[in-house]
């Protein structure tokens, strides 16, 4: 029996391909997927008193959701957030690594690394800078005052959505600038030329040729600063004031001090669907636009 | 190629100055003599350095920040090398699913993620504290590991582990003489930056550490005090500094010995 197995594990790719994956497909199913599956059953309790809760099966927290025009509003503030960090992050990323990808011809490499490092310190600290530089008292504030430019400091500056906007732009900046430089990398510089020398003008060239071949890394982008920006937590919390809060910070409050779980699960659920519906949206469009080019 | 264009050099730097000059200003304002920080400096000390070496919380915090980003980095670079030779090598049904699976936590709202494993930890009745904390930075830092592995790993001749195996070696005696040492730069740099995105994490330990704060809930709960931040500047400038050596190590290792055209990001993005 155990020959026949093991004559089988040898000849089977599958079998071999899945015995590697099991310890991080476990670990998916046991710290994610369950975890979810419990967040979502949560959704559908009651929480009765601060420490008890009622465990029969109820739809009400959803209605409560929609019917609290806060959240409702929270959850539209988010996602309006996050379309506009997403539309300025690739708006201002795209010219950086055109430039990369067709004008630097040495060490191209260390333009990378430099442009992902600040990336990598902590994101609490990236955030909590903003803070020293658009505070009341802060950097820009203090040096207008002191240039006798102002006599009063900037108050919007600081605790505001302009404020949130800022500074997830800053902080998400990689998660666009690597996607776009690797399909702007890609593309066959002989084309752009070849186009060039067929009588296209350079606006022409970039709209025909180069921006639909960069149209994956722009899709890529989007999709991965859309979705954890609906969610950020820190940036709104550190920064946002209440004109800047967001839908993540009721969150936590449900979790916290509201206490009050099974909606904080519910209004996680409908975080969760929103951003699988622009997904879908994103994805399916791309699709759209790819068959039309090509 | 193109030839030069002044106006999108002078665009590229003034995007340099954009992502760079807020991290620095924590450095600055670290050595500058008063509470506030603003303008112009008044004075240079360093009496905010010993005054965080000072504080014993801080000592505490660090070392549970140590603890957790050593285990996470550790378990989740195992766990991805294995994914990673799955993909890299084989061809399978399901692949991609599996491929989508494993990449989510590094995709959803990390609330979401924390939110999750919040739930089921009180309701299976176990106690906060760096346990689910860890348990978190795995999920969150194996996605990561496995794109820096699977960049290493592509492209690898796995005919030299077929041989070995012919020439009568063990499974394991393969993956220990001809694997690992040509995987090595790519898992040195796996548990490096899982490490690094561990001790900066902050959301799940924010909702799951309960009373044992790691490094970043430290300085969470310093920051609401005025007259605490300059010792907190201190603090953040160290991290900025420990952050940036250990990735540029990492960025080196990575390619070490890989061809020029595969020394891109280790990441691979979306295709």
């Known amino acids: ?294 | 190629m193109e030839q030069k264009n002044n106006t999108l050099l002078i665009y590229t730097l003034l995007y340099f100055a954009f992502l760079y000059i807020p991290v620095l200003f924590l450095p600055i304002f670290s050595f500058n003599d008063a509470n506030y920080m603003s303008f112009p400096l008044s004075g240079f000390t360093t009496e905010h350095y010993e005054e965080m070496w000072a504080k014993t919380n801080l000592h505490k915090a660090l070392w549970a920040s140590i603890k957790v980003g050593v285990v996470a980095s550790v378990v989740s670079t195992t766990i991805a090398l294995f994914a990673a030779k799955a993909f890299a090598r084989y061809k399978f049904r399901g692949q991609n699913i599996s491929y989508g699976a494993i990449m989510i936590p590094f995709l959803i709202p990390e609330i979401i993620l924390a939110v999750a494993i919040l739930v089921i930890w009180l309701s299976l009745g176990f106690k906060l504290g760096l346990v689910p904390v860890t348990l978190g930075h795995i999920l969150f830092c194996t996605p990561f590991a496995m794109l820096i592995l699977i960049a290493r790993i592509e492209g690898f001749d796995f005919s030299l582990e077929e041989a070995s195996r012919d020439l009568g070696e063990n499974a394991w005696g393969t993956f220990y003489r001809v694997s690992l040492p040509l995987y090595l730069p790519g898992i040195i740099a796996s548990l490096l930056l899982s490490f690094i995105i561990s001790f900066d994490e902050f959301v799940l330990a924010f909702f799951l550490t309960g009373s044992d704060a790691t490094l970043p809930m430290y300085m969470w709960a310093q920051m609401r005090f005025i007259q605490k931040l300059p010792h907190v500047l201190a603090l953040g400038a160290v991290i900025i500094v420990f952050t940036t050596f250990i990735v540029l190590l990492a960025f080196w290792l990575r390619n070490l010995g890989q061809g020029k055209e595969k020394a891109e990001f280790g990441i691979k993005i979306h295709e």
């Open chain 1, 1 to 294: 029996m155990l020959q026949v197995w093991k004559s089988f594990y040898a000849r089977s790719d599958p079998a071999k391909a899945y015995s590697l994956l099991s310890p991080a497909l476990i670990l998916v199913t046991l710290a994610m997927l369950i975890p979810l599956g419990l967040m979502l059953s949560f959704s559908f309790f009651t929480q009765v008193s601060f420490t008890e809760i009622d465990y029969s099966f109820t739809v009400q927290r959803y209605i409560d959701f929609f019917q609290k025009n806060l959240l409702v509003s929270l959850l539209i503030k988010s996602v309006k957030i996050s379309f506009i960090v997403t539309f300025v992050t690739l708006l201002t990323a795209y010219p950086v690594c055109y430039y990369i990808a067709f004008y630097v011809k040495k060490n191209k490499m260390l333009w990378l690394v430099l442009l992902t490092l600040p990336f990598w310190t902590s994101y609490l600290l990236r955030v909590f800078s903003w803070k020293i530089i658009l505070g009341t008292k802060g950097v820009i504030n203090s040096s207008l005052i002191n240039a006798g430019l102002l006599s009063e400091p900037l108050t919007f500056l600081m605790y505001s959505e302009t404020a949130v906007i800022i500074t997830l732009t800053h902080a998400w900046a990689a998660f666009a600038l690597l996607p776009l430089y690797v399909s702007l990398d890609k593309i066959d510089f002989s084309l752009i030329e070849a186009a060039r020398d067929l009588g296209l003008s350079r606006l022409e060239t970039f709209w025909k040729i180069t921006l639909p071949l960069s149209l994956p890394g722009i899709i890529g982008a989007i999709l991965i600063i859309f979705i954890p920006t609906v969610g950020d937590y820190v940036t709104p919390a550190l920064l946002g004031g209440t004109d800047g809060r967001m839908l993540s910070n009721m969150i936590q409050a449900y979790f916290g001090k509201v206490n009050n779980l099974p909606l904080g699960a519910a209004s996680a659920t409908i975080m969760l669907i929103t951003v699988a519906i622009v997904t879908m949206i994103v994805s399916y469009t791309t699709k759209k636009l790819t068959q039309r080019i090509s």
